[in-house]
């Protein structure tokens, strides 16, 4: 479901939805003295999301998982701790603003953890957006992203919750909606709707991992970024799938076979094109529409069964901060 535009607010409490993200292109550039790698990569966000329930509190900021969370893999949220995202974000906002209260974020997880889809980064990115709207902060998206990216590399990108460019180690963002990308030179015009399957295997990738083993630049010698947004404009599916690079595709796929499995099965139910997201382990498939994208899912079930998780989804590239009213879920 796709909600609009709008945020309903209380004095006390803010109800934000995190969206996840893939990556459509991602090409590791060199490495930095300090082992960090720098990368360029098109992220584009999808309507898999998790929710979020802010509220205000005294002082103390803490994180929990609601109840009935739905997602393939071992929560790794560590509720009120330095390693959770989410705490660590808001907590560097508050530090950052000198704001005397605190809260309290009870997160709806939906999004696969160690999945590649930015799941605790979209988190902490929603609440760096939610708190700045529930504590007045009214700081702007490259405030809240330069905030963000002390705590964690996907974090500035999803802060902006559209499709971007990233690049450096994840600090440098452009945004790439309608106006943007005019004033880029790539031509105006809403990216069409857009349908894939993602698919997880039930498993988490560690993103510190697979980057330790990249010794060198993993480009594209044959497309570039410049293409895939051109594809995204262009309106045809078949393009953007033309266009799709991923340069730890192989490296995961050579440590995870399994996931190198999974792309084959979505290729062989229908997509037309398909690529890895991030480090994994999520692979997605996309789709010329919504009920072919529904059969690609079907397919790849009949084909695995209950052993893989899979979610038909859309691309969301000119999306803002979304927020719904009461979270019952999560109360």
């Known amino acids: 479901m796709i909600f609009p535009p709008v945020m309903f607010t209380k004095s006390d409490s803010i109800n934000v939805v995190a969206s996840a993200k893939i990556n459509l292109f991602l090409e590791i550039l060199d490495e930095r003295d300090n082992g960090y790698h720098n990368l360029r990569s098109v992220v584009m966000p999808i309507s898999l999301h998790d929710e979020l329930l802010i509220e205000k509190t005294d002082g103390v900021i803490e994180s929990f998982v609601a109840d009935g969370a739905t997602v ?38 939906h999004i696969p953890i160690g999945g590649g889809l930015g799941g605790g980064s979209a988190d902490a990115a929603a609440v760096l957006r939610g708190l700045n709207e529930l504590w007045g902060l009214n700081l702007p998206e490259s405030e ?8 964690g590399c996907d974090i ?41 399957v993602l698919v997880n295997p039930g498993f988490s990738v ?27 404009r262009g309106g045809k599916v078949e393009d953007v799938a033309k266009s799709l690079f991923n340069g730890l595709e192989a490296v995961v796929f050579k440590k995870y076979p399994q996931i190198e499995l999974i792309a084959d099965l979505l290729k062989a139910a229908g997509s037309i094109g398909t690529l890895l997201s991030g480090s994994g382990a999520s692979v ?48």
């Open 284 to 331: 997605f498939g996309l789709a010329l529409n919504e009920a072919h994208a529904s059969q690609i899912a079907e397919n790849v079930q009949a084909e695995m069964g209950a052993s893989v998780w899979s979610k038909v989804v859309r691309m969301l590239p000119d999306s803002v901060m979304v927020a719904q009213g009461p979270l019952t879920a999560l109360v």
């Open 72 to 109: 393939c893999c071992d929560l790794l949220l560590e509720s009120d701790s330095d390693k959770n995202l989410t705490t660590r974000a808001a907590l560097a906002l508050k530090n950052a603003v000198g704001y005397d209260g605190g809260a309290d974020i009870t997160i709806g997880k």
């Open 206 to 232: 560690s993103t510190q991992d697979i980057f330790s083993r990249c010794n060198s630049s993993l480009t594209s010698e044959v497309i570039s970024y410049k293409s895939m947004i051109c594809s995204l």
């Open 144 to 151: 809240l992203a330069a905030i963000g990216a002390s705590v």
């Open 156 to 196: 500035p990108a999803l802060v902006y919750n559209r499709m971007v460019l990233m690049e450096g180690v994840g600090e440098k963002i452009t945004p790439l909606d309608a106006a943007d990308l005019t004033e880029h030179g790539f031509g105006a015009g809403a990216v069409p709707p857009v349908w894939l």
